[in-house]
């Protein structure tokens, strides 16, 4: 039986609305699955639809879309974010071609045309594909597979005062010392002090529960009642309880490391990390700018504990890295306004990372490439992707080839700088991996202007609306940059194959995770859209292969990723035979007619030297 309505939530998805499953009421089969509110939508059956847009002299009517009858009508690749179906002027602007014919759309659109021509500028939009392949997967069994229940169905596990002891959970300490600290280290040294683990406990409540609950997370038990009680802490923090600056390196550590409790029902990974990651930081960022600690950021004359104000200055920096890095991988606003322009913040200016021996990492030199490279991140995504409408302006003019180079050589001269820097096994892979992920990030734009110009500008009428969008070539005007990108994105999974240790892997936090999933979706969609050879489209595919293996082995959330990367590439594009150029048999037989008549007075190629 069809169902003539759909629920809000399949609406917006542009994806089937299963009410069978309760006889034709909510909840739907998806939002029962995903534990979300169902809410059906009102009809647009029937009677006159006004239109907001005005239409273009010479288009089809608004409410008549071009139909294939070889495409299923519920795919959940055919909405208006994945296939470009008619040109539409810039947000806020009047069409720029008004006396054209509007844009046909490509008919026969196969599942890899789709994909190439979706919007791919940062990891958010890399899961989007991906959900949009489960989606699809998921509509030939949906059936079998029963709904998932929401952790709040389930008994909470409460960490009463004295339910249990300090003991219980002093074994953790050493392991978020040894395997996450590394990674993100803005803990003040003296926190892993096991005689002071019974002062922490009580006088910084949220940075101990949040080290717990980071580094319990392979003890499912241990691990459910920390994050229980993790949530309590947060809630009071919402509410206006009276916290200090460990409450925020709390809620830090849980963005870089965002639990899977609160993802339990969902069978595959959607973004959920970001989402979580997004709402601790925002709290972070906001309790910062209340304790005043932004403030650590420029030169204090004013006599203070210099303990208490190193130790605010680099939570304060750790929160401008953590909101730029989220920030690029959502493609939202930033949050908080930095470390300032003047500010010019050096390894020096860390003592709390500085080396205690001669044969110490030297965390304060990484953290300050960590802080140039972030910048550089800042810049780029104010520039080119600020906003939706700006980016979609630079892609059409071309005017993003000037801003790109300016990027590419601050990259190379952070390479020229920190490429040589030595770091430990978890701190070096980490900053190589942030490096590939910039040269790809600034790169890619100039490969996505390439798919949104070849999509979005009309056809005249002398060509055929069914013509293939043509491969990418050296013969594109932004070459170089397309390459580039290329070359980062096989270098980033090359390096998390190599250098990330498969011990170590499941420790990682989340934002690499990102950066392994969309370099692998952006090769799968080059590998369809550009001219690679056919040795080349074989070591793309072992290489991602070897990584969806890695992440298999990974920890939770990697194995998720690494589920859905295996559906999106068992799928691999075809290769696609360059177009044969067509000759006039007329102009060739005057061809050899001219070749034949100056045949006498051409010059051997051999003679030229001579």
């Known amino acids: 039986m069809r169902a003539y309505r759909a629920c809000l939530n399949c609406r917006g998805r542009k994806s089937k609305c299963d009410l069978d499953i309760n006889g034709g009421r909510p909840p739907c089969r998806r939002c029962q699955r995903e534990a979300r509110e169902c809410i059906l939508g009102e009809s647009h059956r029937g009677g006159r639809r006004v239109r907001k847009k005005p239409k273009i002299e010479g288009d089809t009517p608004a409410n008549t879309t071009p139909s294939n009858p070889n495409t299923p009508k519920d795919s959940s690749l055919s909405s208006p974010a994945l296939v470009a179906t008619s040109y539409s002027p810039l947000p806020g602007q009047q069409s720029i071609r008004p006396n054209l014919q509007p844009a046909q759309p490509y008919q026969r659109a196969s599942f890899h045309e789709n994909i190439a021509s979706a919007k791919l500028q940062n990891p958010s939009d890399a899961l989007e594909i991906l959900a949009q392949v489960a989606d699809q997967a998921e509509e030939g069994d949906s059936g079998s597979e029963p709904p998932g229940q929401s952790l709040s169905n389930h008994p909470a596990l409460r960490l009463q005062p004295n339910g249990a002891k300090i003991d219980d959970y002093i074994h953790y300490k050493p392991v978020y010392e ?10 003040p040294r003296e926190t892993f002090n096991r005689a002071q683990l019974p002062w922490l406990s009580q006088r910084e409540p949220h940075l101990f529960a949040a080290i717990l609950t980071v580094a319990s997370k392979d003890d499912e038990r241990i691990h459910q009642i920390c994050y229980d009680h993790m949530k309590e802490l947060v809630l009071m923090i919402a509410v206006g309880a009276e916290v200090g600056v460990e409450a925020v390196e709390a809620m830090l550590l849980l963005s870089q490391w965002v639990s899977h409790r609160s993802q339990a ?16 930081i925002g709290t972070a960022v906001r309790l910062a700018y209340y304790l005043g600690i932004d403030r650590t950021a420029f030169k204090s004359e004013v006599l203070e504990d210099p303990t208490k104000f190193h130790r605010s200055r680099l939570v304060w920096l750790a929160c401008y890295l953590c909101d730029r890095q989220v920030s690029v991988r959502l493609g939202k606003a930033f949050w908080s306004r930095g470390p300032g322009p003047l500010s010019g913040m050096k390894a020096n200016d860390f003592p709390t990372l500085k080396p205690l021996a001669p044969g110490d990492e030297d965390r304060a030199s990484i953290f300050q490439a960590n802080l140039e490279l972030t910048q550089i991140f800042s810049n780029c995504h104010d520039i080119l992707y600020a906003s939706k409408g700006n980016g979609w302006k630079e892609m059409l003019e071309g005017r993003y080839a000037k801003y790109i180079d300016d990027f590419r050589a601050s990259i190379r001269n952070w390479n020229r700088t920190w490429g040589h820097l030595i770091g430990s096994p978890p701190a070096k892979p980490s900053l190589l991996l942030t490096f590939d992920y910039l040269r790809l990030y600034v790169n890619a734009f100039a490969y996505q202007a390439t ?10 009428k002398q060509h055929n609306s069914s013509e293939v969008m043509p491969l990418i070539d050296a013969s ?7 390459y580039e990108s290329l070359d980062a994105a096989k270098d980033l999974l090359a390096h998390f194959n190599s250098f990330v240790d498969i011990e170590t892997l499941r420790y990682m936090p989340t934002l690499y995770y990102l950066y392994i999933v969309y370099s692998a979706v952006f090769l799968y969609k080059a590998r369809a859209t550009t001219t690679m050879t056919n040795d080349e489209r074989i070591s793309v595919r072992r290489t991602v292969q070897s990584t969806i293996d890695r992440l298999h082995k990974a920890n939770h959330m990697g194995s998720r990723y690494a589920r ?15 177009p044969q150029v067509q000759i006039d048999p007329r102009l060739q037989q005057q061809y050899e007619i001219q070749v034949a008549r100056l045949s006498p007075f051409l010059i051997p190629l051999h003679n030229l030297y001579l």
């Open 178 to 187: 040894q395997y996450h600290h590394p990674y993100f280290p803005i803990i």
């Open 265 to 280: 029902s969902v069978a595959v990974g959607r973004g959920e990390e970001d989402r979580v990651a997004w709402m601790y």
């Open 451 to 460: 798919i949104a110009r070849a999509v979005l500008y009309p056809r005249d």
């Open 476 to 482: 594109a005007p932004d070459a170089r940059f397309i």
């Open 564 to 578: 859905l990367l295996q559906m999106l590439w068992r799928k691999a594009p075809k290769i696609r035979d360059p």
